[in-house]
């Protein structure tokens, strides 16, 4: 049988049939549109013992199927802002950090940081500093870090 002898009803049957395979085939992909969805949290700073320089942690959580990096932080905190890795008592500077897709990641003392050098101020405990974190991909996320005591750590 060809599309001329086939019964339209039975063409519109197929044509959606297959229309519904598609979009289903489609959202198995990934997040919605394919790009990552990034959110932060858990973001806190421990006030600075100098007023030279202080560090930053927080969780970049991903929802999104594609993968991301974190490029950069900028913050009118600091002339110098660097993003930091730590393995054993080496802490070394990367240009960027991984945010896998459908992950996580996590920055904490001792791992993975934000380091901020040459201070603007001292931040003091119960104020909140600005920082704007940049991506390869996604678009600039702003957060309100809150300054906790010196000797914080969470969930303690």
């Known amino acids: 049988m060809n599309s001329r002898t086939t019964p339209l009803s039975r063409r519109i049957a197929i044509g959606s049939a297959l229309a519904l395979t598609a979009g289903l085939a489609l959202t198995g992909c990934g997040g919605g549109d394919g790009k990552p969805q990034l959110s932060v949290s858990g973001a806190y700073?421990?006030?600075?013992?100098?007023?030279?320089?202080?560090?930053?942690?927080?969780?970049?959580?991903?929802?999104?199927?594609?993968?991301?990096?974190?490029?950069?932080?900028?913050?009118?905190?600091?002339?110098?802002?660097?993003?930091?890795?730590?393995?054993?008592?080496?802490?070394?500077?990367?240009?960027?950090?991984?945010?896998?897709?459908?992950?996580?990641?996590?920055?904490?003392?001792?791992?993975?940081?934000?380091?901020?050098?040459?201070?603007?101020?001292?931040?003091?405990?119960?104020?909140?500093?600005?920082?704007?974190?940049h991506f390869a991909t996604a678009s600039p996320v702003k957060v309100e870090v809150p300054v906790k005591p010196a000797d914080y750590r969470p969930g303690k």
């Open 45 to 133: 700073m421990p006030q600075p013992v100098t007023d030279q320089m202080a560090g930053a942690y927080f969780v970049v959580k991903n929802d999104g199927a594609a993968a991301d990096k974190l490029t950069s932080v900028t913050s009118d905190l600091a002339k110098d802002i660097t993003l930091h890795t730590t393995d054993g008592s080496k802490m070394e500077r990367v240009d960027s950090l991984p945010v896998p897709a459908n992950g996580e990641l996590k920055l904490s003392s001792g791992g993975n940081h934000v380091m901020f050098m040459g201070l603007t101020h001292k931040p003091t405990a119960g104020q909140k500093v600005t920082v704007e974190l």
